[in-house]
């Protein structure tokens, strides 16, 4: 069992124990991020004069030997070892010697933990938002692709008024765009390094804290050392902005399993992107959509996991704060691969662009705009509402749309009906005359998509 400590105890720790209290199974993750940090607390001590230059040199050496030895394989990181820090320190002790022992001078597991979960948190907020924009530029493709083509856009899963495909898709990108600037706010807030804050209380060694968080990208070094080991703020609002990205993936995805369904058929999964029944040889089911959309509750769960961890520890550092990585790699990992096959599977989807436009049609989406005939006709919207809503209950009866009765028929409805009805009513019409900002029209839909691109320019990948 190797441990960092041990020195006023009589007894070697039960077997059940160490194993109960060790953390190497998930920390591991974070052994490029471990050495990231030793090489650079390590650079310090020797400007500080705290170790000598050889003692830096053969410390540097021998942690590049260790990462290059975990990346090939040859050194692995077994259960014998208690965390990813016993690790790195004992195999660097083994290389090269008691100079090995000087590296964790001025420094505690406290604020190295800390330390190393800002730099992989770090990290993986990067990776996310670079997917993040993978996915918004598909989604601005398939815009460019469709804006003819018409569809209903609802309410309360009911049929309300018709829009275009890429209106509805452009309301995805503005969610993932709001993502983007949830990662941004907590990437500025979290970007001050905890190194140096030792167990609670600081060091009486000279550290030079500033230069480190230089050495490692930070804007600075956190300011009360006491926060700066119990702090996981930043992993909670990681966890709840992954937990938005994954509300707006479910809801996309929902809307993916209904727009396949055979009632619907609005879309056609690529085979890629599907999967059949092991008995009904007939099915192709939207698996990859249903998975998404059943990991969302995973990633919540994290999110709450590490509130309740959280909600009542006192200061400072507390053993239970080791509960913060196990649930929150999980999530990390999760959102990723979500992005990753949602956006393969959006890449690769058929439209079926007459289906949709048909039932735009049937749904009596354009009844709102037919009632706007009649008031410009002169018959106040509440009157002109009720004539509507008679003459779509006939078309039920009937089984027809509002374009399919005869103008002799709609004048039973309104004198006011003239042969223009059918051109104000149309689908192109509906969706092209809403030139408001925000609206389905494809004037106002370039305009969107040109917004969109050149914030994706000005912004193409977050920077520390």
Same mark, same amino acid.
């Given at each position: 069992?190797?441990?960092?400590?041990?020195?006023?105890?009589?007894?070697?720790?039960?077997?059940?124990?160490?194993?109960?209290?060790?953390?190497?199974?998930?920390?591991?993750?974070?052994?490029?991020?471990?050495?990231?940090?030793?090489?650079?607390?390590?650079?310090?001590?020797?400007?500080?004069?705290?170790?000598?230059?050889?003692?830096?040199?053969?410390?540097?050496?021998?942690?590049?030997?260790?990462?290059?030895?975990?990346?090939?394989?040859?050194?692995?990181?077994?259960?014998?070892?208690?965390?990813?820090?016993?690790?790195?320190?004992?195999?660097?002790?083994?290389?090269?010697?008691?100079?090995?022992?000087?590296?964790?001078?001025?420094?505690?597991?406290?604020?190295?933990?800390?330390?190393?979960?800002?730099?992989?948190?770090?990290?993986?907020?990067?990776?996310?938002?670079?997917?993040?924009?993978?996915?918004?530029?598909?989604?601005?493709?398939?815009?460019?692709?469709?804006?003819?083509?018409?569809?209903?856009?609802?309410?309360?899963?009911?049929?309300?008024?018709?829009?275009?495909?890429?209106?509805?898709?452009?309301? *995805? $990108?503005?969610? %993932?765009?709001?993502?983007? /600037?949830?990662?941004?706010?907590? !990437? #500025? =807030?979290?970007?001050?390094?905890?190194?140096?804050?030792?167990?609670?209380?600081?060091?009486?060694?000279?550290?030079?804290?500033?230069?480190?968080?230089?050495?490692?990208?930070?804007?600075?070094?956190?300011?009360?050392?006491?926060?700066?080991?119990?702090?996981?703020? *930043? $992993?909670?609002? %990681?966890?709840?902005?992954? /937990?938005?990205?994954?509300?707006? !993936? #479910? =809801?996309?995805?929902?809307?993916?399993?209904?727009?396949?369904?055979?009632?619907?058929?609005?879309?056609?999964?690529?085979?890629?992107?599907?999967?059949?029944?092991?008995?009904?040889?007939?099915?192709?089911?939207?698996?990859?959509?249903?998975?998404?959309?059943?990991?969302?509750?995973?990633?919540?769960?994290?999110?709450? /996991?590490?509130?309740?961890?959280?909600?009542?520890?006192?200061?400072?550092?507390?053993?239970?704060?080791?509960?913060?990585?196990?649930?929150?790699?999980?999530?990390?990992?999760?959102?990723?691969?979500?992005?990753?096959?949602?956006?393969?599977?959006?890449?690769?989807?058929?439209?079926?662009?007459?289906?949709?436009?048909?039932?735009?049609?049937?749904?009596?989406?354009?009844?709102?705009?037919?009632?706007?005939?009649?008031?410009?006709?002169?018959?106040?919207?509440?009157?002109?509402?009720?004539?509507?809503?008679?003459?779509?209950?006939?078309?039920?009866?009937?089984?027809?749309?509002?374009?399919?009765?005869?103008?002799?028929?709609?004048?039973?409805?309104?004198?006011?009906?003239?042969?223009?009805?059918?051109?104000?009513?149309?689908?192109?019409?509906?969706?092209?005359?809403?030139?408001?900002?925000?609206?389905?029209?494809?004037?106002?839909?370039?305009?969107?998509?040109?917004?969109?691109?050149?914030?994706?320019?000005?912004?193409?990948?977050?920077?520390?």
């Amino acid at each position: 069992m190797a441990q960092l400590w041990g020195g006023r105890f009589t007894k070697q720790t039960d077997e059940q124990v160490f194993a109960f209290n060790a953390s190497i199974s998930f920390d591991c993750k974070m052994v490029h991020e471990d050495i990231r940090g030793s090489i650079a607390h390590a650079t310090m001590l020797e400007k500080q004069g705290i170790i000598t230059n050889e003692e830096k040199k053969a410390i540097l050496n021998g942690l590049q030997e260790i990462l290059q030895e975990v990346e090939e394989g040859l050194l692995r990181m077994t259960e014998k070892y208690e965390d990813v820090h016993s690790f790195v320190e004992a195999n660097l002790i083994e290389k090269i010697g008691d100079s090995g022992k000087k590296l964790h001078t001025g420094r505690s597991r406290n604020d190295q933990v800390a330390l190393d979960m800002r730099l992989y948190t770090r990290k993986q907020i990067l990776s996310t938002d670079a997917l993040l924009v993978n996915l918004m530029q598909v989604l601005l493709r398939i815009m460019e692709e469709n804006l003819d083509t018409y569809m209903p856009g609802f309410t309360h899963l009911q049929k309300a008024q018709p829009v275009s495909l890429a209106h509805h898709f452009g309301a *995805y $990108v503005e969610m %993932f765009r709001r993502d983007r /600037s949830r990662l941004q706010d907590i !990437l #500025s =807030r979290m970007n001050y390094c905890p190194l140096g804050a030792g167990a609670l209380a600081g060091t009486t060694y000279p550290l030079d804290r500033d230069y480190v968080a230089s050495l490692l990208d930070f804007d600075g070094s956190t300011v009360n050392s006491m926060d700066s080991v119990s702090d996981r703020d *930043y $992993v909670i609002e %990681f966890l709840s902005a992954l /937990s938005i990205i994954m509300m707006h !993936l #479910s =809801r996309f995805c929902e809307e993916i399993i209904i727009w396949n369904s055979n009632e619907y058929r609005f879309v056609e999964i690529d085979d890629a992107f599907s999967t059949g029944s092991s008995i009904m040889p007939q099915k192709k089911n939207p698996d990859i959509a249903e998975l998404v959309r059943g990991k969302t509750g995973r990633v919540y769960g994290a999110l709450v /996991s590490l509130l309740t961890t959280m909600k009542a520890l006192p200061l400072a550092y507390n053993k239970d704060m080791q509960e913060d990585k196990e649930m929150a790699f999980d999530a990390y990992d999760q959102v990723q691969n979500c992005l990753v096959v949602f956006t393969g599977m959006v890449d690769t989807m058929k439209f079926r662009k007459d289906v949709m436009a048909k039932s735009a049609m049937m749904g009596f989406t354009n009844a709102t705009d037919a009632a706007d005939y009649l008031v410009l006709k002169g018959i106040p919207f509440r009157d002109a509402h009720g004539i509507i809503g008679q003459l779509v209950l006939y078309c039920i009866g009937e089984n027809c749309s509002i374009e399919d009765v005869s103008l002799d028929k709609l004048k039973e409805f309104s004198p006011a009906f003239e042969q223009d009805i059918y051109e104000a009513i149309s689908l192109e019409t509906c969706v092209e005359k809403r030139l408001t900002k925000g609206g389905p029209s494809k004037e106002r839909l370039l305009d969107a998509i040109a917004f969109e691109k050149k914030e994706l320019e000005k912004h193409p990948a977050l920077f520390l």
